[in-house]
């Protein structure tokens, strides 16, 4: 008889731990046969406040350690990513109608637009930021600083890719994250904070939720601690909520315009003009005398 | 004898210095739109007045939704000619307009001075200068975008909705027109109420230098005219300076409509001065921080963080550099201060004073030199035993009204400063050149201005954090607001 498979019990990543929803509430995920797959976190309100406290705590460390470091950890969270391929790969065809290939093709993007956000942590401050010729005896120069907690609302598709797009982005500038992932493939969102786990990646600066997106927004939007907002392929009512809401605190909101075959080109991603939304500017004069 | 009372120094005065008014000022001035100046569709007239003497300048066109429809129309028409032309041929517009304004700066400082109420030294050396310099700093920029956007093709945004506020009238119209222009984007710019008159005579500049028509267009208004340019479907951007409270409604007008956005808005900005510094330059520091414009500025450094063990000494040279400060006509070239701009302004700016007495600061005025009868003055002053819960310690008073607070270590210093909604500026004064990049680098402010405060300059970029706004003006940074990027 053949071994019946031992399947996994899907769970959020807060703060470093693998939690369940303290709604108690459950979301079941069909395949693509009709058969029930799993029953993901329908994350609530006060997850994702609790998301966001554990995201603030750890902001300060994450911004302050060096850029070099914060490469190294990015890059072996792609090392594991590279790891779990095989994996990823079935995750996505799981609600997707995914061939092999173009599964794994998702996940190799994937990996490869973490090491290029990888690569940006100790560079995009080069090409962002510059020292300013002012007409005067001042040294000043424009440096760019990452704004604190970031809510990344991953695109419906490419659940993975369109996830680690909208993610690295702000995360290799040293702000820390909060991702909701996919509303009908939230496979490859529930099993990445094992990736995170597994990787360095310091407790609370990643933590996923899954559950309905919508249910969010509004509270997304209000949260005052949030600084900033990055999703793709939004609908106009939804946007209009999210930047409504976000006027409050005056909340730093991008919208991307990635789609289809836009999310596997590599230059376009891991744009340097992708993280520039998420830094804020500091301009430092000083006198220049003796 | 002459001699021994020239010993008490205070007898001394400087004779009145005032500069001429000699310029000619018309009557009814009228809306510019599609380079042309015409009379309002709505018919409707406001006075502008001179706030140092109360005494009514001109009559200022209101533009109602028709003539607002008319500008953009105009802005819209002149798009594709404009953002097609060569960066090099858009670039030589602005030079031409740089060199003009510096060939008419006189007469900007002066109509800047009556229509606004800052001192003519002021207008004369800061505004004006400045003001040429972004026109011609962006210019060069105008056929080297594809530099500072690296593989990201810029191309412009399209019609920019542009609304400035009354402290630094004209400045703040080079600082939106410039850098929009140079990426190739048509503009309709509202000046504020009570200060329309140097953007029109700026009006006059771009006839004179052939600016294609429609390119810049310039309506008249108040608040309402303000409100129908922003909510007008054919804008694609808009670009505000002035209060948080509006930053926010425009930020809820404009959501879901794909609009871009930049705010400039305001501040309570810290200045922090530890004991190792250089007391007298920072002295200095606190006095440009404070009394510049009369406290009329965004980013002025209302906040004072003293390091307790100097508390004393600070107050005390303070306080005489206050008695030394001259108030009154804003035209002559010795006035430190000069009016305030509006009567509504003096009215909030007299009920934060009040405000601070009332809940239990020290109120220190001591300069009480006589005030012109007619016009808006506040004498500067500054409070002590300022809690950080008292509303003159956390809301903007745009005026020169310091409050001054100490602290201990530089961690309570930089935690204290950051204790803000606002995060637009901050001064630091120490001697200690890495507590000085540390405290800088953990200020949550767009601009940190180090061992000096207040100094603007073309390329240097400008903006802040949190809820003082987005985007940057000035610099290389400030092309952003204004170009669109490809491949993202």
Redesign the interface.
Same mark, same amino acid.
């Given at each position: 008889m053949a071994r019946l498979t031992v399947a996994k019990t899907y769970k959020m990543y807060i703060g470093g731990k693998f939690a369940r929803t303290e709604s108690g509430r459950s979301i079941a995920i069909k395949n693509l046969q009709g058969d029930v797959a799993a029953h993901i976190c329908h994350g609530s309100r006060k997850d994702f406040r609790g998301a966001v406290e554990c995201a603030t705590d750890a902001f300060p460390s994450w911004t302050n350690i060096t850029g070099y470091l914060r490469g190294q950890i990015l890059y072996r969270m792609a090392e594991m990513l590279e790891g779990r391929r095989d994996e990823f790969a079935s995750a996505i065809q799981t609600t997707q109608k995914m061939t092999v290939t173009a599964a794994r093709k998702e996940v190799d993007a994937s990996v490869d637009c973490l090491v290029q956000f990888a690569g940006w942590t100790d560079k995009f401050q080069q090409? =962002?930021g510059?020292a300013?010729?002012?007409?005067?005896a001042?040294y000043?120069f424009?440096v760019p600083?990452a704004?604190g907690v970031v809510v990344v609302i991953a695109p419906q598709t490419p659940s993975l890719l369109g996830l680690i797009a909208l993610l690295g982005a702000p995360l290799c500038a040293g702000n820390t994250v909060i991702a909701i992932g996919s509303d009908i493939n939230p496979l490859p969102a529930a099993i990445l904070g094992e990736v995170c786990q597994t990787s360095d990646i310091p407790t609370g600066v990643i933590n996923v939720l899954t559950g309905s997106q919508a249910e969010l927004y509004e509270h997304i939007a209000s949260h005052r601690q949030v600084a900033g907002i990055y999703s793709a392929s939004l609908a106009?009512?939804h946007?209009?909520v999210?930047?409504?809401g976000?006027?409050?605190?005056?909340k730093?909101v991008r919208f991307?315009? =990635?789609d289809n075959e836009?999310w596997y080109?590599g230059?376009?991603t891991a744009?340097p003009?992708?993280i520039?939304p998420f830094v804020?500017?500091?301009?430092?004069?000083?006198?220049s005398a003796c | 004898m002459t001699i021994a009372t020239q010993t008490n120094a205070t007898e001394w005065d400087y004779s009145p210095a005032p500069d001429t008014t000699k310029i000619t000022i018309e009557q009814k001035n009228k809306l510019f739109i599609g380079g042309k100046f015409v009379s309002p569709k709505s018919r409707s007239w406001f006075p502008t007045i001179n706030p140092a003497t109360e005494k009514k300048l001109a009559d200022i066109a209101c533009a109602g939704k028709v003539d607002v429809h008319s500008a953009v129309s105009a802005a819209k028409s002149a798009l594709p000619k404009w953002s097609r032309l060569s960066g090099t041929e858009r670039a030589k517009y602005l030079y031409r307009i740089a060199r003009r304004i510096q060939e008419r700066a006189r007469e900007f400082a002066i109509l800047e001075t009556m229509d606004g109420g800052k001192p003519i030294k002021e207008s004369r050396d800061v505004d004006i200068p400045l003001v040429a310099q972004h026109f011609f700093y962006y210019a060069g920029w105008a056929d080297k975008l594809a530099y500072a956007f690296p593989g990201a093709a810029p191309t412009p945004v399209g019609v920019c909705a542009q609304i400035i506020p009354w402290n630094f009238p004209l400045l703040m119209a080079s600082w939106k027109l410039a850098p929009a222009l140079a990426c190739g984007n048509t503009c309709i710019l509202k000046p504020a109420e009570t200060t329309s008159l140097t953007a029109l005579r700026l009006a006059e500049v771009f006839q004179e230098v052939g600016l294609p028509d429609g390119v810049v267009n310039i309506i008249t208004g108040k608040g309402d005219t303000g409100r129908f340019l922003a909510e007008h479907p054919a804008v694609n951007k808009v670009a505000f300076t002035g209060s948080t409270e509006v930053g926010k409604l425009l930020m809820r007008q404009t959501a879901g409509t794909g609009k871009k956005l930049t705010l400039e808005l305001g501040g309570k900005s810290a200045n922090i001065i530890f004991a190792d510094a250089a007391i007298d330059q920072a002295v200095e520091g606190i006095v440009s921080g404070i009394y510049f414009n009369q406290g009329h500025v965004c980013c002025a450094g209302s906040r004072l963080f003293v390091e307790e063990p100097i508390l004393e000494e600070v107050i005390h040279k303070l306080t005489r550099r206050l008695s030394t400060l001259r108030v009154g006509d804003p035209l002559d070239k010795n006035t430190d201060l000069g009016a305030v701009n509006s009567k509504e302004q003096l009215k909030t700016v007299e009920r934060y004073i009040r405000c601070g007495v009332a809940e239990g600061a020290e109120l220190h005025q001591t300069n009480t030199g006589e005030l012109p009868a007619k016009g808006y003055w506040c004498n500067p002053c500054f409070f002590t035993d300022v809690q950080p819960s008292h509303t003159i310690a956390r809301e903007e008073i745009f005026g020169p009204v310091l409050s001054i607070m100490t602290f201990r270590t530089p961690e309570e210093a930089i935690s204290r400063a950051n204790n803000s909604p606002y995060g637009l500026a901050a001064g630091v004064w120490t001697d200690k050149g890495a507590k000085i990049f540390e405290v800088a680098k953990k200020l949550d402010a767009g601009i940190v201005w180090c061992n000096t405060y207040n100094k603007f300059d073309a390329a240097s970029p400008f903006g802040g954090f949190k809820e003082s706004g987005f985007g940057r003006e000035g610099g290389m940074q400030g092309l952003r607001p204004y170009v669109r990027l490809g491949g993202v």
């Open positions: 090409v =962002l510059c300013n010729p002012v007409a005067g001042y000043n424009t600083q704004q106009k009512k946007r209009v999210i930047e409504q976000a006027a409050d605190s005056m730093r991307s315009t =990635l836009a080109d230059n376009a744009s003009w992708n520039e804020e500017m500091k301009t430092i004069w000083h006198p | -």
